[in-house]
């Protein structure tokens, strides 16, 4: 039940609640959602990414103003980095999505997309236009125009480089041409099928003063948002810190704000505004009877009595059910004040593709004469504050696996392929399995497609829900989505096979490419009953011919192909997320020697270069900061940091010593890019240098060996161009400045129409031992089983040479 004012309680311990079950409105939210009837009006937030959004004034719009008020993100947060983990690229963007969707609970907006892929850093528009491909990003904003229809439209940034990023900008200039396109007939036409033509009547931009730059001036129109909503007993700036808490992966914990607080907005295109940001919109109800049948609803509304509005609110939702209206609200409204309450959970949180689902469902209803009916069944009289429980089955016959609706199908750097157009814009999968319910109220229907949801009890968090799986029959996953062979010698490559259902017979079968071979060519599996596991292992040898290519998993279940893996992601403040990509893997012969077998891995913020080391024969050892302190470090040939350590570990300039006297003992010490905000020491090498924002974003870039004769080039592999080709996303950020002529820099590069900057990589001889800090995106590379990255870097964990 998606309630238009939330209990902030409950939400800040379970925040996915409300996706999860009908969530009962307490007596101020039904107030404020009642309120809200008087309302009519809307208003889109567009920019860029999570965490972009100005959350205080979407929940001053939402919840003071009483507008339904949604924010576009064109891109889903895929190509950041992750501060509570090790996930990246679409698994990234999937935990962001459920971030995004935790923070509009509590500040009360609607959640939008578009198909861009957030591909990375972008230095202009431009660039970000080439990648994601304009026309069709336009399309989609003009697609959630048309169906959101808004009567305002805010921009976060500015169309130029004060934006800060490509895409930032890039969203500005979306909006401004959408908001005339999503008028205009002609364009996109497509889209008339299913929507209308939708002119709003202004766009502004919402000014800002961070970051050193101050857009704000006294002549733009300017709003206190920093108000208190006694009937929640916060103000908008708590709700705002509360909402932008929910963006954990990027450690944007808040502190609550209170007191006055200013917005201001600079007019881009429509009507000026002059006082309010909707100059010239009605926003009251323009039907005398129907606006004073809510004047009544709202003066007699009782909190200690909510059900004595219930007579009203059924002519109300009589009275407005031929024309435009929020009839959700007066839907959920009708069942609060009548104290309804109804869950529909599986028995199990999993169920295979065409399986039949039991389902117990739950009701109960506080005020009488209210009846329930299940999927065309014969009506159940549900008798005031009395629980009612009954049985039901759902088919999955024709329900696919419960994989995002954006990441069925593989897509290309720059945007997700999606087929059909009435999917775009939504956060999630819209229809997932539900089941069909029908309320009756004195005579009047109130339809509900209650989601099928597994609820459990843990002995100490009570009470939980989690989204229901719709699982393949059997699922195989291997370790790595990359896989790099030294030369011609053979790798095992283990799959990990998992049933959703019982009895599942089959076998399993790597394609590969032509030329490379398998041993065994299948392995047969017996999986006798749902939840059973196999480990199964394949020998597979590189051909002559083709160096690199796919090594996708076909998975023959009772006859029946599949080819999907199993990916479960799971965080205290998300709802678990489980997702079916295809089971493939980058296959990639290489020219590789090691020197040195034994490193010590510091973690930092999450990567999995610490796995992508094992994989080529190191030995990879985890160490805590008591393992620092008091272990002898000699023992190991190298020890790297983890992205971000320096920037998120508070021990830092604890084991800051011990490290470099690991090196002024001859051991070799490499540190991976940091940040320049918020370090917590500014000495990370044995000799000055800074960190600063400087990035080359584009991957082809051409790299300048500033030190040819460098062993860093040189031993044990012999680096050249080749290289630095296939790289992905980006070639390094972060960039050191100022460094201190001790270090030597290895290379440079630069973007296009840029001066080269030598930054990237750093060497500097330390007392008998090397230090090493590269800004250089390993933690990208590596994964993705990159050449040329493996043999660098095992180029910068050899030992110093004499």
């Not at 001053?60 to 949604?70: F, M």
């Not at 932008?244 to 609550?256: C, E, I, Y």
């Not at 309010?276 to 129907?290: A, Q, R, V």
């Not at 968090?461 to 059997?474: D, N, S, T």
């Amino acid at each position: 039940m998606n309630c238009r004012a939330y209990f902030f309680a409950l939400l800040l311990l379970f925040p996915f609640l409300l996706k999860a079950q009908m969530q009962q409105m307490n007596a101020a939210e039904i107030a404020l959602g009642i309120s809200k009837l008087s309302v009519k009006g809307s208003v889109l937030y567009i920019a860029a990414h999570p965490d972009d959004e100005n959350t205080r004034l979407l929940a001053y719009l939402a919840k003071e103003q009483k507008l339904r008020t949604g924010y576009l993100s064109l891109t889903r947060g895929d190509g950041g980095q992750n501060l509570i983990g090790n996930e990246q690229a679409e698994l990234l963007g999937l935990i962001r999505t459920q971030e995004l969707l935790a923070a509009r609970r509590i500040d009360g907006a609607e959640q939008f997309f578009t198909r861009a892929n957030d591909f990375g850093f972008s230095k202009t528009p431009e660039e970000s236009f080439k990648i994601w491909g304009k026309e069709q990003i336009l399309a989609d904003v003009v697609w959630v125009i048309r169906k959101f229809k808004p009567d305002v439209i805010i921009t976060r940034f500015p169309e130029d480089a004060r934006a800060g990023h490509g895409h930032h900008s890039g969203s500005a200039i979306l909006a401004r041409e959408a908001f005339s396109a999503a008028a205009d007939p002609k364009r996109f036409p497509e889209q008339l099928k299913y929507v209308q033509v939708w002119q709003a009547k202004r766009i502004v931009w919402n000014t800002f003063n961070f970051g050193g730059t101050n857009t704000t001036s006294a002549d733009q129109l300017k709003i206190d948002v920093g108000l208190y909503n006694p009937l929640l007993g916060k103000s908008y700036g708590e709700i705002a810190a509360i909402s932008r808490t929910n963006h954990k992966s990027q450690g944007f914990g808040s502190t609550l704000q209170r007191g006055e607080a200013f917005e201001y907005f600079s007019p881009v295109a429509g009507e000026p505004a002059k006082n309010s940001l909707f100059d010239g919109i009605n926003t009251t109800i323009e039907n005398k009877e129907i606006a004073s049948l809510v004047s009544e609803i709202q003066t007699n509304y009782r909190v200690n009595a909510p059900w004595l509005s219930l007579p009203n609110l059924l002519k109300l939702k009589n009275a407005t059910k031929d024309i435009s209206f929020d009839h959700k609200l007066v839907d959920d409204l009708i069942l609060a004040c009548a104290g309804v309450w109804v869950e529909t959970d599986a028995l199990e949180n999993t169920y295979a593709v065409g399986d039949s689902i039991p389902v117990k469902i739950q009701a109960i209803a506080r005020a009488k004469d209210i009846s329930l009916t299940i999927a065309n069944q014969k009506p159940i009289q549900l008798e005031s504050n009395k629980l009612v429980v009954s049985d039901y089955k759902v088919a999955t016959s024709t329900a696919n696996s419960t994989q995002p609706y954006w990441l069925t199908k593989n897509h290309p750097v720059g945007q997700f392929v999606i087929d059909s157009q009435q999917d775009v814009g939504f956060p999630e999968n819209p229809k997932p399995l539900s089941l069909k319910l029908q309320l009756t109220i004195n005579n009047q229907q109130i339809e509900l497609n209650s989601p099928l949801v597994f609820k459990s009890t843990d002995p100490i968090r009570g009470e939980r829900y989690q989204p229901l799986v719709i699982a393949p029959a059997v699922t195989a996953t291997m370790s790595e989505k990359a896989y790099l062979f030294n030369g011609n010698s053979a790798k095992n490559i283990t799959v990990h096979l998992k049933s959703f259902r019982n009895n599942s017979t089959g076998f399993v079968t790597p394609q590969l490419p032509k030329g490379w071979k398998s041993s065994p060519e299948k392995i047969d599996f017996n999986l006798e009953k749902k939840g059973d596991e196999q480990i199964v292992d394949f020998s597979v040898t590189p051909g002559n011919e083709i160096s690199s290519g796919n090594l996708i998993l076909q998975v023959n279940t009772n006859g029946n192909f599949d080819d999907k893996s199993l990916k479960t992601i799971s965080y205290e403040h998300i709802p678990n997320i489980t997702i079916f990509p295809q089971a493939s893997a980058r296959l990639e012969k290489v020219d590789l020697k090691i020197v040195g077998k034994r490193i010590a891995y510091i973690d930092g913020a999450g990567d999995l270069v610490a796995d992508a080391l094992k994989q080529i024969g190191y030995e990879v050892t985890h160490l805590t900061t008591a393992q620092i302190l008091n272990n002898d470090l000699s023992i190991y040939d190298a020890i790297v940091t983890g992205v971000r350590l320096y920037n998120i570990n508070n021990e830092v300039k604890i084991i800051q010593p011990k490290l470099l006297a690991y090196v002024q003992n001859g051991g070799t010490l490499l540190i991976q890019y940091n940040v320049n905000n918020g370090l917590k020491t500014q000495n990370i090498g044995p000799y000055p240098f800074k960190v600063s924002n400087k990035r080359v974003t584009e991957e082809d870039a051409k790299i300048n060996f500033l030190a040819p004769t460098n062993p860093a080039l040189n031993y044990p592999n012999k680096i050249t161009d080749k290289d630095f080709e296939g790289w992905v996303q980006e070639r390094g950020i972060y960039f050191a400045s100022d460094m201190d002529p001790k270090y030597t820099s290895i290379l440079s590069m630069n973007d296009t129409g840029e001066t080269a900057s030598d930054g990237s990589l750093l060497i500097a001889n330390y007392g008998k031992g090397k230090f090493v800090y590269t800004s250089l995106v390993f933690f990208r590379e590596l994964p993705a089983g990159v050449p040329g990255a493996y043999r660098l870097f095992a180029n910068l964990l050899a030992p110093k040479q004499p």
